[in-house]
C-alpha cells in the first residue's frame, strides 16, 4: 500500500517543481534573435546602449590623454529573426518598455502595430505580418531620447531640509526622472495559420557603464538657472570607466567615490589624494616635534594629530548636481578630491588643521602640480580671509576659521 | 547696451509714435531690453543663500555681492557699504520683525569691518562687529520665534564668531535645516561641531544626547557604516575622551561602498522569496493530498 501511493506521489512532487517558474533567472534570450543595439562592440555584446539624439554632436574621451571623438549617433535597435521561415507563418513582434517613462520609441520598421500604456510600462504589438510585408524579420526602432530634468534648479536643501523635492540631480542611480536605467523586451510570436507556435525573446538593457555614460550626454550643454557656462564635459568611453581603485593608506574617510555605481572615472584624482595626504602627514609630524605653529599674534599654537578626510571624490553628473553648483566640476572628469579636516567642523582644531594643509600645499606646489582652494558653502575663500583675522578673532585667519572642506585637482 | 537705448530712445521719438507699427516695435524692443537685463542680473543673494525671503532684492544681491567679491576694498566701498546701512535702516523701519533684513544688516556690517580692518582701524572694525553681533543676534531670534525665513546657508554665515550660546543655537539651527555643505561627509562634521560646541560650554549631557541623535540619523539615512564608524570613534575619543575599546575598522581600503538593491526590488524581493515559499509549500500538498485521495478512490473502485 505504502509503495503504491509513494510512487505516484513521487512523480507528481517532481512535475510539479519542474512546471516552477526559477525566479531570479534572467530569461533565455533565443538564438534566432540576432541583435544590434550600439555601434560600440562592447555595448553591443552587452545589448546595451546608450541614447543620443538625432543630429546631436557630443564629445567622447574624457581623460587627459585621450583621444576626443565625436560619440557616434545613435543607432537604431535592430532585432532580426535569422530563421528561414516558410510561407504560411505569420510574425508577430512586441516590444516592452519597462517603464512607463521610457515608453515613447520612434518606430522605424514599415509595418504597423499600436502602442498601449500599462501601469507596468508601455507595450508596443505589430499587426500580423504575412508574406506580403517587407523585412517582416526585421524590427528597426529607437528610443526617444532624453531630455534632462528639472531645467531650473535650486542648490541648497530647500525650506525646511527637505532636499529631495528641491533642486536637481540624486545621489542614487535609476531614478525615473534623472538617470533611469532604460530596458525593453523584444518578443516575436511565430504562428502557423492562427496558431503561435514559437515564441522568441530577447532583452535589451543599459548597463552600468552606459547608464554612467547615459547621464554624461543627458547633462552635456546644460546651464545652471539658465545662465552661467554651459556644461559641456566629454562623454567618457567605456574604456574610461573603471572599478573603485584602493583609497591611499592612511586616508580615512569615503572611498574614490560614493556614488552607488560602484565604478569610477579616475584621471589622477587618486595620485592627488595620496600626494596630498602623505605631504600633510609630514607637515604635522615636523611641526608637532617642533612644539606648534606661530599664529598671528605670534602665539604659539599646539598642532593637534587630526587626519584628512577624504569627502569626495569622483561624481556622476547627478550626483554633482545634487550636491554642487559647478555645472563644469572637475569631480566629474575623476580629477578632483575633496578633503576635511578630521576635526569638529569650524573648531579651533579643524582651524589649525586647515592653516597646516595649506600651507603644506604651498610649499610642495611643485610636486602635488594641482590647483587647490578652501571652500565654504562650495565657494572659495577670498584672497584677503587669508590675511584677516576678523571674526572670530582667534590669530588665525578667517579663511581657515570658516573653510568646510579643501578642493584640490590636477591642472585642466 | 547703450547701443540699444540709443535705438530705443530713437524708436520712442515723436515722430516715430504716429503708427501701429512702429508702437509694437518699440514696445518689443523695450520687452527684449529689460528681459535681458534682468536675466543677466545675477541672483546672488537667491544663489548663495539659497531662499528669497521676500525682500528688497536689489539691495541683497548688492551686500552679498560685497560679500562674496574678492576684490581689494577701497573708500568708494565704504561709501557704497554706509549707503547701503541708510537704505536698509529705512526698510527695518518697515519690517522690524523680517529676521531677513536684521541678516542683512549683519551682513553689511561685517562687510563694513572688513573694510576697516584691511586699512588697519581696528577700533572700528570692532564696532562694526559688535553691530554685526547684535543684528544676528535680533535674526536668530526672530526667526526661531515664528517666521522661519532663513535658510541653512545664512546661518552658516552667522555662526562665525558670535558668542558662545548664540553660536551654538546657530549651528543648530543650521542642523536643523539640513546643513549647507556640499557633501554626506560635511553634514556629519557638523553634528561633530555641534557636540563639540555643547562640550565645550559644559553642557555635558546635552553634548551626549546630540551625539546620540547624531547615531539616530546616521542610521534613519543608512549612513555607510563602515566609513563612518571611524568618525563615530574618533568623536568618542577626541571629544568624550574615551579609551578605545576595539580595533578601528578597516575603513576601506577603497572598498566600494556596500551595493544596495535597486529601488524597485527594494521592498519586493525578500516578499517574493517568502511567497514563493509559502505558494509550492501549500501547492505541493493540496496536490500530495488530492493526488492520494484519487489514487485511494481508484484502488476502492478496482477492490470493489
Given at each position: 500500500?505504502?509503495?503504491?501511493?509513494?510512487?505516484?506521489l513521487?512523480?507528481?512532487?517532481?512535475?510539479?517543481?519542474?512546471?516552477?517558474?526559477?525566479?531570479?533567472?534572467?530569461?533565455?534570450?533565443?538564438?534566432?534573435?540576432?541583435?544590434?543595439?550600439?555601434a560600440?562592440?562592447?555595448?553591443?555584446?552587452?545589448?546595451?546602449?546608450?541614447?543620443?539624439?538625432?543630429?546631436?554632436?557630443?564629445?567622447?574621451g574624457?581623460?587627459?590623454?585621450?583621444?576626443?571623438?565625436?560619440l557616434?549617433q545613435?543607432?537604431?535597435f535592430?532585432?532580426?529573426?535569422?530563421k528561414?521561415?516558410?510561407n504560411?507563418?505569420?510574425?508577430?513582434?512586441?516590444?516592452?518598455?519597462?517603464?512607463?517613462?521610457?515608453?515613447?520609441?520612434k518606430?522605424?520598421?514599415?509595418?504597423?502595430?499600436?502602442?498601449?500604456l500599462?501601469?507596468?510600462?508601455?507595450?508596443?504589438?505589430?499587426?500580423m505580418?504575412?508574406?506580403?510585408?517587407?523585412?517582416?524579420?526585421?524590427?528597426?526602432?529607437?528610443?526617444?531620447?532624453?531630455?534632462?530634468?528639472?531645467?531650473?534648479?535650486?542648490?541648497?536643501?530647500?525650506p525646511?531640509?527637505?532636499?529631495?523635492?528641491y533642486?536637481?540631480?540624486?545621489?542614487?542611480?535609476?531614478?525615473?526622472?534623472?538617470?533611469?536605467?532604460?530596458?525593453?523586451?523584444i518578443?516575436?510570436?511565430?504562428f502557423?495559420?492562427e496558431?503561435?507556435i514559437?515564441?522568441?525573446?530577447?532583452?535589451?538593457?543599459m548597463?552600468?557603464?552606459?547608464?554612467?555614460?547615459?547621464?554624461?550626454?543627458?547633462?552635456?550643454?546644460?546651464?545652471?538657472?539658465n545662465?552661467?557656462?554651459?556644461g559641456n564635459?566629454?562623454?567618457?568611453?567605456?574604456?574610461?570607466?573603471?572599478?573603485v581603485?584602493p583609497k591611499?593608506?592612511?586616508?580615512?574617510?569615503?572611498?574614490?567615490t560614493?556614488?552607488e555605481?560602484?565604478?569610477?572615472?579616475?584621471?589622477?584624482?587618486?595620485?592627488l589624494?595620496?600626494?596630498?595626504?602623505?605631504?600633510?602627514?609630514?607637515?604635522?609630524?615636523?611641526?608637532?616635534?617642533?612644539?606648534?605653529?606661530?599664529?598671528?599674534?605670534?602665539?604659539?599654537?599646539?598642532?593637534?594629530?587630526?587626519?584628512?578626510?577624504?569627502?569626495?571624490?569622483?561624481?556622476?553628473?547627478?550626483r554633482?548636481?545634487?550636491?554642487?553648483?559647478?555645472?563644469?566640476?572637475?569631480?566629474?572628469r575623476?580629477?578632483?578630491?575633496?578633503?576635511?579636516?578630521?576635526?569638529?567642523?569650524n573648531?579651533?582644531?579643524?582651524?589649525?588643521g586647515?592653516w597646516v594643509?595649506?600651507?603644506?600645499?604651498?610649499?610642495?606646489?611643485?610636486?602635488i602640480?594641482?590647483?587647490?582652494q578652501?571652500?565654504?558653502?562650495g565657494?572659495?575663500?577670498?584672497?584677503?580671509?587669508?590675511?584677516?583675522?576678523?571674526?572670530?578673532?582667534?590669530?588665525?585667519?578667517?579663511?581657515?576659521?570658516?573653510?568646510?572642506?579643501?578642493?584640490?585637482?590636477?591642472?585642466? | 547696451?547703450e547701443?540699444?537705448?540709443?535705438?530705443?530712445?530713437?524708436?520712442?521719438?515723436t515722430?516715430?509714435l504716429?503708427?501701429?507699427?512702429?508702437?509694437?516695435i518699440?514696445?518689443?524692443?523695450?520687452?527684449?531690453?529689460?528681459?535681458?537685463?534682468?536675466?543677466?542680473?545675477?541672483p546672488?543673494?537667491?544663489?548663495?543663500?539659497?531662499?528669497?525671503?521676500?525682500?528688497?532684492?536689489k539691495?541683497?544681491?548688492?551686500?552679498?555681492?560685497?560679500?562674496?567679491?574678492?576684490?581689494?576694498?577701497?573708500?568708494?566701498?565704504?561709501?557704497?557699504?554706509?549707503?547701503?546701512?541708510?537704505?536698509?535702516?529705512?526698510?527695518?523701519?518697515?519690517?522690524?520683525?523680517?529676521?531677513?533684513?536684521?541678516f542683512?544688516?549683519?551682513?553689511?556690517?561685517?562687510?563694513?569691518?572688513?573694510?576697516?580692518?584691511?586699512?588697519?582701524q581696528f577700533?572700528?572694525?570692532?564696532?562694526?562687529?559688535?553691530?554685526?553681533?547684535?543684528a544676528?543676534q535680533?535674526?536668530?531670534?526672530?526667526?526661531?520665534?515664528?517666521?522661519?525665513?532663513?535658510?541653512?546657508?545664512?546661518?552658516?554665515?552667522?555662526?562665525?564668531?558670535?558668542?558662545?550660546?548664540?553660536k551654538?543655537?546657530?549651528t543648530?539651527?543650521?542642523?536643523?535645516?539640513?546643513?549647507?555643505?556640499?557633501?554626506e561627509?560635511?553634514?556629519?562634521?557638523?553634528?561633530?561641531?555641534?557636540?563639540?560646541?555643547?562640550?565645550?560650554?559644559?553642557?555635558?549631557?546635552?553634548a551626549?544626547q546630540?551625539?546620540?541623535n547624531?547615531?539616530?540619523?546616521m542610521?534613519?539615512?543608512?549612513?555607510?557604516?563602515?566609513v563612518?564608524?571611524?568618525?563615530?570613534?574618533?568623536?568618542?575619543q577626541?571629544?568624550?575622551?574615551?579609551p578605545?575599546?576595539?580595533?578601528?575598522?578597516?575603513?576601506?581600503?577603497?572598498?566600494?561602498?556596500?551595493?544596495?538593491p535597486?529601488?524597485?526590488?527594494?521592498?519586493?524581493?525578500?516578499?517574493?522569496?517568502k511567497?514563493?515559499?509559502?505558494?509550492?509549500i501549500?501547492a505541493?500538498?493540496?496536490?500530495?493530498?488530492?493526488?492520494?485521495m484519487?489514487?485511494e478512490?481508484?484502488?476502492?473502485?478496482?477492490?470493489?
Amino acid at each position: 500500500m505504502g509503495k503504491q501511493i509513494l510512487r505516484p506521489l513521487f512523480f507528481i512532487s517532481i512535475t510539479f517543481f519542474l512546471s516552477l517558474p526559477c525566479k531570479g533567472q534572467p530569461s533565455a534570450f533565443s538564438r534566432h534573435l540576432n541583435v544590434t543595439t550600439s555601434a560600440n562592440p562592447e555595448s553591443n555584446a552587452a545589448q546595451s546602449f546608450v541614447i543620443v539624439k538625432e543630429g546631436e554632436i557630443l564629445i567622447e574621451g574624457i581623460k587627459h590623454d585621450s583621444a576626443q571623438q565625436r560619440l557616434g549617433q545613435q543607432t537604431p535597435f535592430v532585432i532580426e529573426y535569422t530563421k528561414e521561415i516558410q510561407n504560411d507563418i505569420n510574425l508577430q513582434w512586441i516590444i516592452k518598455a519597462t517603464d512607463i517613462k521610457h515608453g515613447s520609441i520612434k518606430m522605424l520598421s514599415k509595418f504597423k502595430g499600436n502602442g498601449r500604456l500599462f501601469y507596468s510600462g508601455y507595450r508596443w504589438t505589430s499587426e500580423m505580418l504575412d508574406t506580403s510585408v517587407l523585412d517582416r524579420q526585421r524590427l528597426v526602432f529607437r528610443p526617444k531620447p532624453f531630455k534632462h530634468q528639472p531645467t531650473i534648479y535650486k542648490k541648497g536643501r530647500g525650506p525646511h531640509g527637505k532636499r529631495s523635492k528641491y533642486g536637481g540631480g540624486t545621489r542614487e542611480i535609476d531614478v525615473k526622472k534623472y538617470n533611469p536605467k532604460y530596458a525593453y523586451d523584444i518578443t516575436l510570436n511565430v504562428f502557423r495559420g492562427e496558431k503561435r507556435i514559437f515564441t522568441h525573446t530577447t532583452h535589451l538593457e543599459m548597463d552600468r557603464k552606459d547608464m554612467i555614460r547615459q547621464e554624461y550626454i543627458n547633462h552635456y550643454n546644460i546651464k545652471r538657472y539658465n545662465q552661467g557656462e554651459r556644461g559641456n564635459i566629454p562623454v567618457p568611453l567605456r574604456s574610461e570607466i573603471s572599478k573603485v581603485p584602493p583609497k591611499p593608506d592612511l586616508l580615512e574617510g569615503n572611498p574614490l567615490t560614493e556614488s552607488e555605481y560602484e565604478l569610477v572615472v579616475n584621471d589622477g584624482m587618486l595620485e592627488l589624494a595620496d600626494k596630498i595626504n602623505k605631504h600633510y602627514i609630514k607637515s604635522i609630524r615636523k611641526l608637532r616635534a617642533k612644539g606648534g605653529l606661530l599664529d598671528l599674534n605670534k602665539k604659539k599654537r599646539k598642532v593637534p594629530d587630526n587626519k584628512l578626510w577624504l569627502s569626495s571624490g569622483w561624481r556622476n553628473p547627478e550626483r554633482n548636481e545634487w550636491y554642487s553648483n559647478a555645472v563644469n566640476g572637475n569631480h566629474q572628469r575623476g580629477g578632483a578630491v575633496d578633503v576635511i579636516i578630521m576635526a569638529p567642523a569650524n573648531s579651533i582644531e579643524s582651524s589649525i588643521g586647515y592653516w597646516v594643509l595649506w600651507n603644506t600645499l604651498m610649499e610642495n606646489r611643485k610636486e602635488i602640480d594641482g590647483y587647490w582652494q578652501l571652500e565654504k558653502n562650495g565657494v572659495p575663500m577670498k584672497t584677503r580671509e587669508y590675511r584677516l583675522d576678523i571674526e572670530p578673532k582667534n590669530g588665525i585667519p578667517d579663511a581657515f576659521d570658516k573653510a568646510d572642506h579643501l578642493h584640490a585637482n590636477v591642472n585642466y | 547696451m547703450e547701443f540699444l537705448m540709443h535705438l530705443i530712445r530713437q524708436t520712442i521719438s515723436t515722430q516715430m509714435l504716429i503708427t501701429k507699427a512702429r508702437k509694437l516695435i518699440a514696445f518689443i524692443m523695450l520687452l527684449t531690453v529689460s528681459t535681458t537685463c534682468l536675466s543677466n542680473a545675477a541672483p546672488r543673494f537667491e544663489d548663495y543663500f539659497q531662499i528669497n525671503p521676500g525682500l528688497n532684492i536689489k539691495i541683497a544681491n548688492k551686500i552679498t555681492s560685497h560679500y562674496l567679491d574678492n576684490k581689494p576694498l577701497s573708500t568708494q566701498h565704504k561709501d557704497e557699504l554706509e549707503q547701503l546701512d541708510n537704505s536698509l535702516n529705512k526698510l527695518l523701519s518697515k519690517h522690524t520683525k523680517n529676521p531677513a533684513y536684521w541678516f542683512l544688516k549683519g551682513l553689511n556690517h561685517r562687510n563694513l569691518a572688513a573694510y576697516y580692518h584691511s586699512k588697519k582701524q581696528f577700533k572700528l572694525a570692532d564696532e562694526q562687529i559688535q553691530k554685526k553681533n547684535t543684528a544676528y543676534q535680533k535674526a536668530i531670534e526672530l526667526d526661531k520665534a515664528e517666521l522661519k525665513k532663513l535658510s541653512a546657508s545664512i546661518y552658516s554665515t552667522m555662526k562665525f564668531g558670535l558668542p558662545e550660546d548664540l553660536k551654538i543655537q546657530a549651528t543648530q539651527q543650521e542642523l536643523k535645516l539640513g546643513g549647507s555643505a556640499d557633501s554626506e561627509s560635511a553634514y556629519w562634521y557638523l553634528h561633530w561641531s555641534n557636540i563639540d560646541q555643547l562640550k565645550k560650554a559644559g553642557r555635558d549631557k546635552e553634548a551626549e544626547q546630540a551625539y546620540r541623535n547624531m547615531q539616530k540619523e546616521m542610521k534613519e539615512q543608512n549612513a555607510n557604516m563602515s566609513v563612518y564608524s571611524a568618525l563615530n570613534q574618533t568623536i568618542e575619543q577626541t571629544t568624550f575622551n574615551k579609551p578605545t575599546t576595539d580595533k578601528k575598522p578597516e575603513t576601506s581600503k577603497a572598498e566600494p561602498p556596500p551595493s544596495k538593491p535597486e529601488h524597485s526590488q527594494k521592498p519586493d524581493k525578500p516578499l517574493d522569496r517568502k511567497m514563493l515559499i509559502i505558494t509550492s509549500i501549500v501547492a505541493l500538498s493540496l496536490i500530495s493530498l488530492i493526488s492520494l485521495m484519487i489514487y485511494e478512490l481508484k484502488i476502492k473502485r478496482k477492490r470493489k
